[in-house]
């Protein structure tokens, strides 16, 4: 077919949002979209991550064929985790299907997608992109040109600059901006058949910024000088969504998604501190006080030039206040005496005898265990409202299908959103740093999380079967190439090689900041 296909990402976008500032006359651009074709709101991934939900689109298949759970995996054989990328996809990427099939792609600021593949036409990589002196895009020189040209690969937390908040918001728009001009110079001077430009600037100001919207959450302050910095945000992607749309005729297929939605939080609830209150996790004795002091002290010395010197012999590479954290964390816990504990994969695991280094549950135990945490968690109240903390809770097998599921944690559980009661909701996190046998505790500076409701828009009629991302991704199939499967059926699984790059030591450390500044990881 030689229908041209448009995605326009904006990772994030909340569809009540949308709906409330289309109503008010804002938004005009996606607002004709709409009365072009159609306008629905769409299920995201359970555990609406961005590294669950955009990995699920670009493969057009469930976590359990695909392979991502999360932001990072468990080693096997080890409590330690490590990063995901795209060398733990073992399908092809939709667009990679199309390119076997003769269509040329365009991809701008894909998130999860580093390390880079081989595409037909051009691409470039966002969110995990370990830094500028990565290859981020294919072919590899376009790379440099786009950093001559001053391109930011992605957008950091507001906890990572220091700015003031005004000017954080402020550099946020310019980087949307300078996102379509990269966007409109690479499309407009190659042939494509499918095209994409994601942005992320959204997701990060939603985080930071919802209490200054939301005048019902207890961070709001009146009169406060941001409450308009997020509709204002929505605002200026309609306009750039304007000049993309420029560049398109009424044949070609336009298609504006969110990989999730969000909505306010103003808790953290740490898992791990209620499984050690029922019973389920131990703590070593004392080495919570212990591991912070050890941090407190390594903080204070990471810019003493003696304790450089002895960095690589502690530590490796690894920067020194980092390593002990990493350490103590994990350390924290007595793995002879815990039967469950929440890791940073998201979600709950079984210390299983014959899987886990130090498994104290019988595999005849596990059963009835997951059982156990499962209904506990269920029953949990939130101590102020007296209404559950736990929207829902699944043991793996009942969410995922596939050949990867063995990888995913053994229970996962999602908080209650309640966009009325921010008081209500919490962001499910593994522990506090300061106070390990803490349940609950402000989820500042986050006061927007996730929701699992996502939008698409588009300016052609949608298929009644797109309701959720990954049948997005099946609707782009059936257009460009005449199938609605993507990488799971259309081609073989991809094998990771030992010899795809590993990110080094400086790299990891560098993304899992990024990823906890974000609120991502703990």
Known sequence: MSQRILVI???????????????????????????????????????????????????????????????????????????????????????????????????????????????????????????????FTCPAELGARLLSEGYVIDADAMTNTGEQKGFYAQRMLQQVSARTQTALNLLSSQAWDFGAVIYTELDRLQHFFWADMDTAHPS??????????????????????????????PDDLVIVVSDHGFGPISQRFNVNAWLAREGFLRFQHNSGELGLAAAKVMSALR?????KTVKKSLFGDQWLIEGVRKR??????????????????G????????????GIVEPDQYDALVDAIMDGLLQLKEPATQLPVIRQV????QLYKGGAVSQAPD????????????????????????????LFSTSSPYTGDHADKAICVSNHAMPVSVNALHEVTDWIMQTAIGTPHAGDIT????????????????????????????????
């Open 9 to 135: 990402g904006w990772d994030g976008a909340e569809p009540s949002i949308i709906s409330q500032l289309t109503a008010a006359g804002r938004l005009k651009n996606l607002a004709t979209l709409a009365r072009q074709g159609s306008q629905r709101w769409i299920d995201s991934t359970v555990r609406a991550e961005s590294s669950i939900a955009w990995t699920t689109f670009a493969t057009g298949a469930d976590p359990g064929l695909h392979g991502i759970f999360g932001f990072t995996r468990q080693i096997e054989g080890s409590y330690q985790t490590e990063l995901n990328n795209t060398t733990h996809v073992s399908l092809p990427f939709f667009w990679e299907t199309l390119g076997a099939h003769g269509k040329r792609v365009g991809i701008l600021n894909m998130p999860m997608s580093y390390p880079v593949r081989p595409v037909n036409g051009w691409f470039v990589s966002g969110l995990m992109t370990p830094g500028n002196n990565a290859v």
């Open 220 to 249: 709001h302050e009146k009169e406060g000088a941001y409450a308009h910095v997020i509709h204002d945000h929505y605002d200026a992607l309609d306009h750039e969504l304007g000049l993309l749309l420029n560049i398109t005729t």
């Open 303 to 307: 810019h003493n030039r003696i304790a």
């Open 328 to 345: 103590t964390h994990l350390d924290q816990i007595n793995w002879q005496q815990t039967k469950a504990w929440f890791c940073e994969t």
């Open 347 to 358: 979600g709950i695991r079984i210390n299983l005898k014959g899987r886990e280094p130090q």
């Open 394 to 397: 699944n043991k793996r097998a």
């Open 411 to 438: 229970i996962i559980a999602a908080g209650f959103r309640d966009d009325g009661n921010s008081r209500r909701n919490a962001a499910l996190h593994s522990h506090n740093e300061n106070r390990r046998n803490e």
């Open 491 to 522: 081609m073989p699984p991809r094998l990771v090689s030992p010899a795809d790059p590993q990110l080094a030591n400086e790299e990891d450390l560098l993304l899992r900041k990024r990823l906890k500044d974000l609120g991502y990881l703990d």
